[in-house]
């Protein structure tokens, strides 16, 4: 049976509810759904778009960091988008941060996220060898 390794970045706010920011198992990654909230627990629903966008690619890279990986482990990102017709402003902010690394994407449109934030995202990452 493959171990379970339950991760809680040290660069992020602790979980707010009866999860873990991310769970190593089988050579994977499962990182939990990141929110527009800053290490000190600020939800941004207040900022621009591209501000939360940002604060949620910075969770996603601390906790990737917390687990040995990087961007380019990414195999898989889930989006969550309140608004579908920020979806084209999404999209450039995601390849400028991602560059040439692709990994499989969905986008859903969802009706409202916690604290009234604009998106959350979830990703698998893969370990390194």
Do not use: M
């Given at each position: 049976m493959t171990e379970l390794v339950l991760?809680?970045?040290?660069s992020?706010?602790?979980?707010?509810?009866?999860?873990?920011?991310a769970v190593c198992a089988g050579g994977m990654v499962y990182l939990s759904g990141?929110?527009?909230?800053?290490?000190?627990g600020v939800a941004l629903s207040q900022q621009p778009f591209d501000f939360q966008v940002r604060q949620v690619f910075a969770n996603i890279e601390g906790i990737l960091?917390?687990?040995?990986?990087?961007?380019?482990?990414l195999v898989q990102v889930r989006v969550y988008l309140c608004d579908?017709?920020?979806?084209?402003q999404?999209?450039?902010l995601y390849a400028e941060w991602l560059?040439?690394?692709?990994?499989?994407?969905c986008v859903v449109p969802v009706p409202t996220l916690h604290h009234d934030l604009a998106l959350e995202i979830?990703?698998?990452?893969m370990l390194p060898a």
């Open positions: 991760i809680n970045s040290t992020g706010q602790p979980p707010a509810g009866h999860y873990s920011h990141q929110l527009p909230v800053t290490a000190q960091a917390d687990c040995h990986c990087n961007l380019t482990s579908i017709a920020l979806w084209p999404f999209n450039v560059g040439p690394h692709k990994p499989a994407r979830e990703a698998v990452a």
